[in-house]
């Protein structure tokens, strides 16, 4: 295999690479690295006996993934604040024709949905993000993990009930959420505290990820009285010469707040029924940086 082919194969498959690291991991950065060392070994290694290279790649990436994910995990124990996903912009549709399958890819990677994967064990996660995400069959799932198919069946059906039993119900309709966002933006940009609290249901949560690197609430925030205050407080004071911009984060709208043209927060809503139930702000510098890619 010539080296300028042994590239072309390795990046006609990179976009589903990191969509694995990345849902695997919920930092773009650790899933640049992933598919970084996955380059390395697929350009090193003899690739004669592979027939099929995505499921050969995939398989190198979940495992380094999963050896990865072992690692993160006592980083995160030690947090400062509570730990959100590192916010992406996405283009939802040009990859996936199926219109079913594109709502469903783009909703394994949502916020909320990486955060409950968060709960999981590094080889039920691979298995939910390998199935449910990307539609492997058990069987090649099964040869990537090294386990029986059996086994990951189990692990499958063990994932799918954590995710669905702890999996917050919002509604996914980009429109409406889109309406929310700007409504919820000029109630909040505009000091209207009575229309900001009119579009909080009575139990709205906030979430603040700063990792100690900036100003953000350290607890979970819950109550509209509680939100709606704290966010209006935040809207009267304003970062100097700030920008606010609405785009597809994570596959859903998001605002990205920009200070002298750099990232500086993230805020994204989750809806049911009209009225918002969770707000997510990311302020931790570190977690800023793919958002703007």
Not at 126 to 142: D, S
Not at 145 to 169: C, F, I, K, M
Not at 177 to 187: C, G, N, S, V, Y
Request: charged share 30%; hydrophobic share 40%.
């Amino acid at each position: 295999m010539a080296g300028d082919t042994v590239t072309e194969v390795f990046e006609a498959h990179r976009s589903v690479l990191t969509g694995v690291a990345y849902r695997m991991l919920g930092r773009f950065s650790d899933a640049e690295d992933v598919v970084q060392e996955a380059w390395l070994r697929w350009s090193a290694e003899d690739r004669g006996e592979v027939r099929e290279p995505r499921g050969y790649l995939v398989r190198i990436t979940t495992r380094l993934a999963i050896d990865r994910l072992r690692h993160v995990h006592s980083r995160r124990e030690a947090y400062v604040g509570p730990w959100l996903p590192e916010p992406i912009a996405t283009r939802s549709g040009h990859t996936v024709p199926d219109a079913a399958e594109r709502s469903e890819l783009m909703e394994s990677v949502s916020l909320a949905v990486l955060v409950v994967l968060e709960s999981l064990s590094p080889l039920e996660r691979a298995v939910f993000v390998l199935r449910e995400a990307f539609g492997f069959p058990y069987g090649e799932i099964a040869t990537t993990l090294d386990r029986s198919e059996a086994a990951v069946r189990q692990l499958a059906g063990r994932a799918r009930r954590h995710v669905d039993e702890r999996r917050p119900r919002y509604d996914v309709d980009p429109a409406e959420r889109r309406d929310l966002t700007e409504r919820f933006l000029a109630a909040a940009s505009g000091g209207d505290l009575d229309a900001l609290l009119s579009l909080l249901a009575p139990d709205v949560r906030l979430v603040g990820d700063s990792g100690g690197k900036a100003k953000a609430p350290l607890r979970v925030m819950e109550s509209a009285d509680k939100v709606g205050r704290f966010l209006y407080a935040v809207a009267k004071n304003p970062i100097p010469g700030s920008e606010i911009r609405l785009l597809d984060i994570n596959g859903a709208p998001g605002l990205l707040v920009l200070s002298g043209g750099k990232p500086d927060t993230v805020v994204q809503i989750e809806a049911r029924n009209g009225r918002i139930q969770c707000v997510y702000i990311v302020r931790n510098p570190d977690k800023l940086t793919a958002v703007t890619a």
